[in-house]
């Protein structure tokens, strides 16, 4: 049974970072692509980063794009999202989501079968 464990979230202020933590179990961890997704209220969810097998392909959304960086540490079983200047639009729910292939091969939550239960990150302005 695949199980995945966000945590990290929180309240900031504009400006400041969090890093974002995805404890993986219940399959081989390194042979599958990782990703992160976020859910705003009122708002569809959305594809935020996601990275290879290998830890060596790396996606971002565009409004991501420079201020956050994803990571995973294979040895650990557990994927990072490290989030720099964070603005108010980006407060969501945050998930982990578990992918289906080595390579990065979709943007949408359709191609990744596993999901955490998610981590609130709110920004103030």
């Known amino acids: 049974q695949v199980q995945l464990v966000e945590s990290g979230g929180g309240l900031v202020q504009a400006g400041d970072s969090l890093r974002l933590t995805c404890a993986a179990s219940?399959?081989?961890?390194?042979?599958?692509?990782m990703g992160w997704f976020r859910q705003a209220p009122g708002k569809e969810r959305e594809f935020v980063a996601a990275?290879?097998?290998?830890?060596?392909?790396?996606l971002y959304a565009d409004s991501v794009e420079g201020r956050f960086t994803i990571s995973r540490d294979n040895a650990k079983n557990t994927m990072y999202l490290q989030m720099n200047s964070l603005k108010p639009e980006d407060t969501a729910v945050y998930y982990c989501?578990?992918?289906?292939?080595?390579?990065?091969?979709?943007?949408?939550?359709?191609?990744?079968?596993?999901w955490g239960q998610g981590t609130q990150v709110t920004v103030s302005s």
């Open positions: 990275i290879s097998y290998s830890g060596r392909g790396t």
């Open positions: 219940g399959r081989t961890f390194s042979s599958y692509s």
């Open positions: 989501a578990g992918g289906s292939s080595r390579l990065i091969t979709t943007k949408t939550s359709d191609g990744y079968p596993y």
